[in-house]
């Protein structure tokens, strides 16, 4: 029995994504499944970073948005939104982490520059609500610009800055050793037993060896001409990463 998380894809990108989505489909499914679960409280905002990414995919990285229309091609219940949501998963952890409360009232995702406070009673609101005038009963009480949150309630327990993967590399004189961790929160990601190694020959006999999720591009690897690309997430204090 081949091992189904040994993939091997040649020809052109939508070639090999087709490849990839007949070899993959049902457990990219169930990786995508997962992490509707997982972001439930972000499916508006997941949506519109979706579509929003379209057109930069198609501009920016053409081999990969090939590759993701041969996927999607292959199974009626997996469509191109579906690979594009799986794809910006690590930017909806960003988010997710810097956006960590909704309006009391409208249920929004509150912006840090908007988000205000009752006084008497402590509910968290956007400034349009509060300048709607119905954000609260007790107005007496007046408001305030949110300096800290009440705690988070309906947290995913995603990964937090300081906690993402590390790489390294050494070079010899003829040779090259690289490395990389994939610390990602082991429950929200299948425990990893869905990411797959991916034996690709482009068109021109390239060879490449990726490691990817379930329906996504590959995040790092290594290549016949030598080349070895690594990721690693880097945060900084200001909602940028």
């Known amino acids: 029995m081949a091992d189904q998380r040994v993939v091997v894809m040649a020809g052109s990108p939508y070639e090999r994504g087709r490849m990839y989505g007949q070899a993959q489909s049902a457990q990219i499914k169930r990786y995508f499944q997962s992490k509707c679960h997982e ?25 990969a948005y090939a ?12 469509t191109l939104e579906h690979l594009m949501q799986l794809t910006l998963f690590p930017e909806l952890e960003a988010f997710d982490h810097f956006h960590p409360y909704r309006c009391d ?7 840090s520059a908007s ?21 609260h009963p007790l107005t007496e009480g007046g408001t305030e610009r949110a300096r800290r949150g009440k705690g988070r309630e309906n947290g ?66 290594l290549n016949s001409h030598g080349l070895c690309v690594l990721a690693n997430t880097l945060f900084v204090p200001d909602n940028r990463f």
């Open 39 to 63: 972001f439930s409280h972000l499916d508006k905002e997941w949506k519109r970073m979706a579509a929003a990414a379209h057109t930069a995919m198609e501009k920016h990285c053409p081999i």
């Open 156 to 221: 995913t327990g995603a990964e937090q800055p300081g906690k993402k993967c590390s790489s390294f590399a050494r070079a010899e004189p003829n040779s090259y050793l690289v490395g990389q961790t994939d610390e990602e929160n082991p429950p929200y990601n299948q425990h990893g037993l869905l990411h797959v190694i991916q034996r690709v020959t482009d068109e021109q006999g390239m060879e490449s060896l990726l490691y990817a999720a379930p329906g996504t591009p590959c995040m790092v690897g």
């Open 105 to 111: 009232i409208c249920a929004e995702v509150i912006e």
């Open 115 to 135: 988000w205000m406070r009752c006084l008497p009673c402590e509910l968290d609101f956007c400034s349009g609500c509060a300048a709607r005038g119905h954000a």
């Open 67 to 78: 590759e993701m229309q041969g996927t999607a091609s292959v199974d009626p219940e997996l």
